[in-house]
Every structure is written in C-alpha cells, then in structure tokens.
C-alpha cells in the first residue's frame, strides 16, 4: 500500500471516535461482456444496449476499516486509480451514507487494483458493487439486494450487474438483468494491448444498427443455456469493437490472432481495449498464449466466477496476490 496517497475527508461529525470493528477484505471481480450489441442511442444520452455480463476470476481487494463518523476515506496502491470522490467506490460509500442518514459511520477503503483499467472489465464498477455490499453489512442497514442495485444504478450502468455478478444478461443501459444459468465450462484467454479507452468516446464513435443484435443476443443466451461454446462464441459480437478497432489497429491485430488459434469466439469487451477468445479449458488457454510471446500483449487466464464480489475470511493484514 502507498502511503502517499491522496485522501479525501469530504464530512466530520460527531467525536472522532471510530465505531468498534475488525477491518474485513473483500474480493472484487472483473467482468467480460460476452456480446454487447447498440439498439440505439437514448434522450437522456445513453445507448439501449443488450450484452451478456460474465463475471470472471480476476478481482481488485478492498480492505474496510473503520473511521469516524461520516468520514469517508478511499485510497489504492495504483497512482492512475484516483483518490476520493473520483473513485467509484467513494461515491457508492457517500451515496449509501446519504440515504442512510444517521444508521451509517464512517469508513477508510483501501483499494489493491488488480484489474487493469480502460480495459472494458469494469474494475471501478465493480469495486463500487462490493463497497455498496460490504458497507450494508459493516453499518447493518438491511438494505435488500434490490435496493443495492438500484443506488449502484445511480453510480454506473453495469454497477447493478457487479451487486449480483455471475452470469447476466443486460438490457436498458445495462442495468436491467436477467439471471442465466451459470457458464462452468468455459476459460477464457483475455489480451490487453498497452492501450486504455475511454467508455463515452467508444460509445460516441459506434455506428447503431449495422448487426443482427436480436439474434446474436439470442444465440448467445442459448449457447449458455445448452452449455455450448460453439454456438455461444460463433454469436459473440460487440458494436463497439469497429469504432474503437478504427483507431487502435492492435484490437484487430489481437482479435485476428485469436481467432487463427481456434477459439470458439472472440470478441473484444465493453468498450475495450481488452479482447478475449472463448477456449474449452485452462490448458488451451495457456497453450495459445504461449503464442504471444515477444507481442507485447499482456495475458490473463481467466475461468468464470459465480459471484460478483465476496468476503474474504482471512485477516485484513495479510498480503494476497492477483487472482
Ligand atoms: O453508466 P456509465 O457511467 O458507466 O457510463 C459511462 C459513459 O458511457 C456514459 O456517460 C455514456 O457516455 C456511455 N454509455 C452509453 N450507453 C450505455 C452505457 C454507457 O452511452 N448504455
């Protein structure tokens, strides 16, 4: 942990004396979107989208402990992870605060970033989901997981999915979901060229309508229905991946390599830079990306996770690695 980092005390109430509490860490997970199609763009200035969420084993830590009350205070080893109001997971710990005005205390979040960021794997939504999670808990305000989603929905679109995780499809912006059955046999081979992206310029720069959504949408929900990554991966698409594949070239060069090495599907996911091919197993995973060497990509093998976020049992103190 850095401790330069910058903090933020945004309201200081009461005697300074934080509440009694053991610090407890939970686990965070990224997110791939197996297929994320544009309907159309919206009057309030969003797109109607339809995407198919998967939570994966690649997860941020976040570590609450206690402070006084009404202070909030949100810090991560990574110098481009911002401090304070600008982290997702402030604004999920302010907004619960301020809907629970009197019943919540105050907290110091640290985050440990494992998930790359501008990748379109929704690390700053997902470690909001957990805050909103871990501090119903810690301040005991017995808010259901309905309500939970519905304020994640006020911090981002896909906030809602990371309250639930596992697999989900999305519809409005993204915060509508539906539950699917659980995806087990699938691994998947995510590559992130040395880019970041931007989520408003990618959805600013797509062309809507061009793809068959419905019916890919469709295909994909069946696939996972029938457990089968043929069908799901022969349907994976994203609305997105031109626009931003115009500009950075690497997402197509990734994509291509993928492809050539028999994925069942590949596709890239959110708004990018991140594209993943659909593989059977781990070892087939790590036989292709024994490929890239010398590319200059980076690689992560990743497997399905069933939760969005998690309570880690162990104590706060110890150091974990990355998933
Ligand atoms: O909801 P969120 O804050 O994550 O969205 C970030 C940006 O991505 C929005 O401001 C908007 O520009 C774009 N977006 C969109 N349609 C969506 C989701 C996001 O246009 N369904």
């Not at 979040?109 to 379109?120: E, T």
Request: charged content about 25%; aromatic content about 6%.
């Amino acid at each position: 942990m850095n401790d330069s980092e910058a903090r933020s005390r945004i309201r200081t109430q009461g005697t300074g004396e934080p509440a009694a509490g053991a610090p407890v860490v939970y686990e965070a997970f990224a997110k791939l979107n197996l297929g994320l199609w544009i309907l159309g763009k919206r009057r309030d200035g969003y797109h109607e989208i339809l995407t198919v969420y998967q939570s994966i084993d690649l997860s941020d830590e976040l570590v609450f402990e206690d402070a006084p009350d009404g202070v909030i205070e949100v810090g991560s080893d990574r110098p481009d992870v911002p401090s304070g109001p600008a982290n997702l997971a402030f604004q999920a710990a302010a907004l619960l605060r301020d809907e629970c005005d009197g019943r919540a205390g105050g907290v110091r979040v640290r985050i440990r970033k494992r998930i790359p960021s501008g990748a379109g794997l929704g690390g700053g939504s997902s470690d909001a989901a957990a805050t909103l999670v871990a501090l119903n808990e810690r301040w005991a305000l017995g808010l259901e997981a309905a309500v939970l989603e519905r304020l994640g929905a006020r911090i981002g679109s896909d906030v809602p999915f990371f309250v639930r995780g596992g697999t989900q499809a999305g519809r409005g912006r993204g915060e509508i979901l539906e539950p699917l059955r659980a995806l087990e046999n699938a691994a998947f081979l995510l590559v992130l060229p040395d880019l970041q992206i931007s989520t408003p310029w990618a959805f600013a720069r797509a062309k809507i309508g061009l793809t068959r959504s419905g019916s890919a949408f469709s295909m994909v929900k069946l696939g996972i229905q029938d457990g089968d990554l043929r069908r799901l991966g022969a349907a994976l698409g994203n609305d997105l991946e031109a626009a931003v594949a115009a500009e950075y070239p690497v997402i197509e060069e990734i994509h291509s390599f993928l492809e050539s090495r028999g994925c069942a599907g590949v596709a890239m996911t959110g708004s990018g830079s991140g594209v993943f091919g659909v593989l059977g197993s781990l070892d087939q995973a790590r036989a292709v990306r024994a490929e890239m060497s010398g590319k200059g990509w980076t690689a992560f093998l990743v497997r399905p996770s069933a939760t969005g976020n998690r309570r880690l049992e162990r104590a706060a103190g110890a150091r974990g690695g990355p998933a």
